[in-house]
């Protein structure tokens, strides 16, 4: 069974996303290129990912993919977004839109996943679904040295110690790399 994994990037503060839904603060943090070697190998691993509805318009309206469908970052991978709303697909990128439930998208991901993980991109609700489901196995959250007065949580959910444990923890550049696992509530 594959793993589940929420990997981002937060800010010290909490946020995965500014009040407008920017990353552009984490795009200025010295030694981020370390950073993205690491997420590299990490993506390598992963079989199918899944997203919500404002990430993936992120994703889309900030590498013009559109207009420039060759750009999907993930080619090669299932992609899913879920999402209540109508999006534009990327074309030639395998991206599958559902709605509903977490639950009701969990055979298809897992299936399309096969032998190896399943990313959670973002955003955090989508990922606190995952976790009241019982499906989230792992966070992996670099925290960079920047604060926010407000924006997108990293995890808009509770979960206490006894179902988090600390794993590693690492330094990128300027970024500390925490990895959780995640027990079932």
Same mark, same amino acid.
């Not at 800010?11 to 996303?17: E, R, V």
């Not at 990327?90 to 032998?115: H, I, K, Q, T």
């Not at 955003?123 to 606190?128: C, E, P, T």
């Given at each position: 069974? =594959? ?14 996303? !500014? ?5 552009? %603060? ?5 030694? &981020? ?24 318009? %992120? ?13 999907? =970052? ?10 209540? *709303?109508?999006? =534009? ?6 991206? *599958? ?8 998208? %969990? /055979?298809?991901? *897992?299936?399309? &996943?096969?032998?190896?993980?399943? %990313?959670?991109?973002?955003?955090? /609700? ?10 989230? !196995?792992?966070? *992996?959250?670099?925290v960079a040295p920047v ?5 997108? =949580? ?7 110690? !006894? ?23």
């Amino acid at each position: 069974m =594959p793993r589940v994994i929420f990997n981002t990037a937060t800010t010290l503060n909490g946020f995965l996303a !500014d009040t407008e839904d920017s990353l552009s %603060w984490l795009f200025v943090v010295p030694g &981020a290129e370390g950073a993205e070697n690491d997420f590299g190998r990490f993506l390598e691993g992963v079989g199918a990912l899944i997203m919500g509805s404002t990430t993936y318009e %992120w994703i889309v309206e900030h590498e013009k993919l559109l207009d420039h469908p060759e750009k999907w =970052p993930y080619a090669g991978k299932a992609s899913f977004v879920l999402s209540s *709303r109508s999006l =534009p697909a990327v074309a030639g990128a395998d991206v *599958r839109f559902r709605s509903g439930d977490v639950r009701g998208v %969990w /055979d298809e991901l *897992r299936d399309a &996943a096969g032998n190896q993980d399943i %990313w959670l991109v973002g955003g955090g /609700d989508l990922v606190g679904q995952f976790a009241d489901a019982g499906l989230l !196995d792992e966070i *992996r959250v670099s925290v960079a040295p920047v604060t926010l007065e407000a924006g997108r =949580p990293l995890l808009p959910r509770r979960l206490e110690s !006894d179902r988090l444990r600390l794993e590693k923890v690492t330094q990128a550049g300027q970024f500390a790399e925490l990895v959780y696992s995640v027990r079932p509530a």
